[in-house]
């Protein structure tokens, strides 16, 4: 059976702890190492699993390899010639084991996924109605974990770091959340000073 593993960009640069600005440069200076996808409205660049045994590979002994190496090792990657092995120029790379970092890196993607209730595009921490990119705008404003738990005290450490992970692994899409909770705005603003005038009144 095929394996049907595809991932983003995006999603493929927090697998292997890099950049996306790498990734895409990577993919951009190897013909044929992504496919495109119409999602909805629009295209995306994907990776399959021979393509992501191949950035592992590259990781592992890129740099020992020529251009025409890397060329050939994608090639063969593709090909799926070989379940064993891949042998390029003088390097005799294990495919399996290869494969199973690949695998073991893919597991933490899956995990977070798995971690998320509700509509995709908006998910909800896993039984809550806490809205994962609702935290994450929170971090990304400046909230450090144990302010963003003080407004949430429904939350633990671990939930809110969940959030903080899935959406750097999976941007929101449209209309981003306020990166300051309703509780540090009215703080902030100093609207409990008119609570004081409106009982004095």
Do not use: C, W
């Not at 295209?43 to 025409?68: E, F, S």
């Not at 400046?142 to 949430?152: F, M, S, T």
């Amino acid at each position: 059976m095929a394996d049907t593993t595809v991932l983003t960009l995006r999603e493929a640069a927090f697998v292997f702890g890099d950049s996306l600005k790498n990734i895409s440069r990577t993919v951009d200076e190897h013909a044929g190492l992504a496919v495109t996808l119409t999602r909805g409205k629009r295209n995306v660049r994907v990776l399959r699993m021979p393509d992501l045994i191949y950035l592992q590979a590259l990781n592992d002994v890129g740099h020992l390899l020529t251009p025409q190496g890397r060329r050939a090792l994608h090639e063969a990657l593709l090909s799926g010639r070989s379940a064993n092995q891949v042998i390029v120029g003088g390097f005799s790379l294990p495919l399996a084991q290869l494969r199973n970092e690949v695998v073991r890196r893919l597991g933490t993607l899956n995990r977070l996924k798995n971690s998320v209730d509700g509509n995709p595009d908006d998910p909800l921490i896993k039984g809550t109605s806490v809205e994962v990119y609702r935290i994450s705008a929170l971090l990304d404003g400046g909230a450090e974990i144990d302010a963003v738990l003080r407004d949430y005290p429904g939350l633990t450490r671990a939930e809110v770091q969940l959030a903080s992970d899935y959406a750097r692994a999976i941007p929101k899409k449209g209309r981003p959340y306020p990166k300051i909770s309703f509780k540090r705005a009215i703080v902030t603003l100093g609207l409990d000073a008119l609570d004081e005038l409106a009982v004095e009144e």
